[in-house]
């Protein structure tokens, strides 16, 4: 299977409300339609993760940041544009997503995915997608496909065949917190 039949069944299943398993530009990820409550609580359901922990979700480009924030701080613009690895931006007043997305808080992770073929899939959803590794709460991280428990790979509405054999070691994003005032929290570097 092309990479282009599985971006266009992973697309298809997410609009129906689905739950996918697929490659991004860090580690694997679990991920559905950040705008369904269902899928989202879906997704929980299978890490086996407390809802107050939160996920982040990826979008294909950076304008589509300001539409799930009431305000984004230029500091976040700059982050964004000098980042040479993947940075996840955790920003204040988060809407228009899951609820169960958005920290007590009011806050949610959000990264422009650098990965061509996470970044096709946001596109033609047209909306953020949820990445969250996967692997069940508190085990780690699997580093490739070939790592992930099967008990959450027969979860899934559809599994990504794209580059299930690559082993390139990749790592998760770094995490910065900002305020609304522009103050910078490193949450993961």
Not at 7 to 30: C, M, S
Not at 77 to 95: F, H, K, R, S, Y
Not at 141 to 150: G, L, Q, S, V
Request: glycine share 6%; proline share 5%; hydrophobic share 40%.
């Amino acid at each position: 299977m092309n990479c282009e039949i599985d971006i266009k069944n992973a697309v298809e299943v997410l609009k129906k409300g689905g739950v996918i398993l697929y490659p991004t530009d860090t580690v694997w990820g679990i991920g559905c339609d950040a705008t369904n409550e269902e899928a989202v609580r879906r997704i929980y359901q299978i890490k086996q993760r407390e809802d107050s922990k939160s996920m982040l979700c990826l979008v294909d480009n950076p304008n589509r940041i300001q539409r799930y924030f009431r305000t984004v701080p230029d500091v976040a613009w700059d982050l964004i544009d000098c980042a040479t690895m993947p940075l996840t931006v955790v920003l204040q007043g988060a809407n228009g997503v899951a609820p169960s997305l958005i920290a007590a808080d009011g806050s949610l992770g959000m990264r422009v995915t650098q990965d061509e073929f996470s970044r096709q899939i946001c596109y033609r959803l047209q909306r953020p997608l949820v990445s969250t590794s996967a692997n069940l709460s508190g085990e780690p991280t699997a580093r490739f496909f070939k790592e992930i428990d099967e008990s959450i790979v027969a979860q899934m509405d559809y599994v990504v065949q794209f580059r299930r054999g690559d082993t390139t070691p990749k790592k998760p994003s770094s995490i910065v917190k900002l305020d609304l005032d522009g103050h910078v929290t490193i949450l993961r570097p």
